[in-house]
């Protein structure tokens, strides 16, 4: 009997994902041939207590409910990584699970827990964490960053996103930085780098549309400081992945690349914050996904 682990983040998605819990268990009740056990994260990066989870359940599959921040999480904790995962969109930000699954209903993502099917997706590291759909510096860092410390609780998520967008638009200052890969060095003002394992981020910007999350490759995307009456029209273009023959952009697949500011940068891997000067950038192992 294929035993299920689901674990999800309680607040992902403004709650979202506790309603869609409940909806998974009257789910699970229906099944006769899985056995399905359910974790709730405790805190933020409650890796020990994921990890405790799937030691005692022994699952086959890890199956994870939440948004890309979520999956994130989960799938930085050591024992996870060596099992079969399967997501069910409930967060602000579903990209991966878009990408692979394409658009589905919460009731079709279930089912699909039940799946024989398996395939294989890239992972990258960045410093010492994993990320699966891509990594954003820059504008999209600070972006991100100041979305989650917006302290509007009053406000839906996706409103201080676009609020956070444009402040940025208007005051980000880019930065010169120092990229080494492929046995060179180069220096490039950046406004805005990506390096992305998936083709969207940050809820359907289709940062990189030539990425495939199983070449063993990563896509970097550059796009160099324009004017701000500029920005906005670059913004446009990346929202619909017109953007990678523009003069402003620069495109380059690699394994792995390390990107040097002068000034602590904000980044975020998934969604999920970090900052630093230096990010030291590779594709990592492939995972198993139900598909």
């Known amino acids: 009997m294929r035993r299920i682990l689901v674990v999800s983040n309680p607040f992902a998605g403004g709650g979202e994902a506790v309603e869609v819990m409940e909806m998974y268990k009257r789910f699970a009740d229906e099944q006769s041939d899985y056995e399905y056990y359910f974790y709730l994260t405790q805190a933020p990066e409650d890796f020990d207590g994921i990890s405790s989870a799937v030691d005692a359940y022994k699952p086959d599959v890890v199956s994870i409910v939440g948004g890309d921040g979520t999956l994130n999480?989960?799938?930085?904790?050591?024992?996870?990584?060596?099992?079969i995962i399967h997501i069910v969109p409930a967060g602000t930000?579903?990209?991966?699970?878009?990408?692979?699954?394409?658009?589905c209903t919460v009731r079709e993502a279930f089912e699909l827990s039940k799946s024989e099917n398996i395939r294989k997706y890239d992972t990258g590291k960045c410093n010492d964490r994993y990320f699966i759909n891509g990594v954003g510096i820059g504008f999209d860092g600070?972006?991100?960053?100041?979305?989650?410390r917006m302290k509007l609780s009053f406000m839906p998520m996706h409103w201080k996103y676009w609020i956070s967008i444009l402040k940025n638009i208007l005051f980000y200052k880019s930065t010169d930085v120092k990229l080494t890969y492929d046995g060179k060095t180069e220096t490039r003002n950046a406004f805005l780098v990506d390096v992305a394992n998936g083709t969207?981020?940050?809820?359907?910007f289709k940062i990189s549309p030539l990425s495939k999350p199983d070449d063993g490759l990563l896509n970097l995307v550059l796009i160099r400081n324009v004017s701000r009456l500029k920005r906005m029209a670059k913004l446009n273009m990346v929202k619909k992945g017109k953007h990678m023959k523009d003069s402003a952009v620069y495109h380059q697949e690699l394994k792995e690349i390390k990107i040097e500011s002068p000034k602590k940068l904000y980044a975020h891997l998934d969604g999920e914050i970090m900052s630093s000067t230096v990010f030291d950038i590779s594709i990592s192992d492939q995972l198993k996904f139900v598909v």
């Open 93 to 103: 930000g579903n990209d991966f699970h878009r990408l692979i699954y394409g658009e």
């Open 142 to 148: 600070a972006v991100a960053n100041e979305t989650v």
């Open 73 to 83: 999480e989960v799938l930085n904790v050591e024992n996870v990584r060596e099992k």
């Open 200 to 204: 969207e981020c940050a809820g359907s």
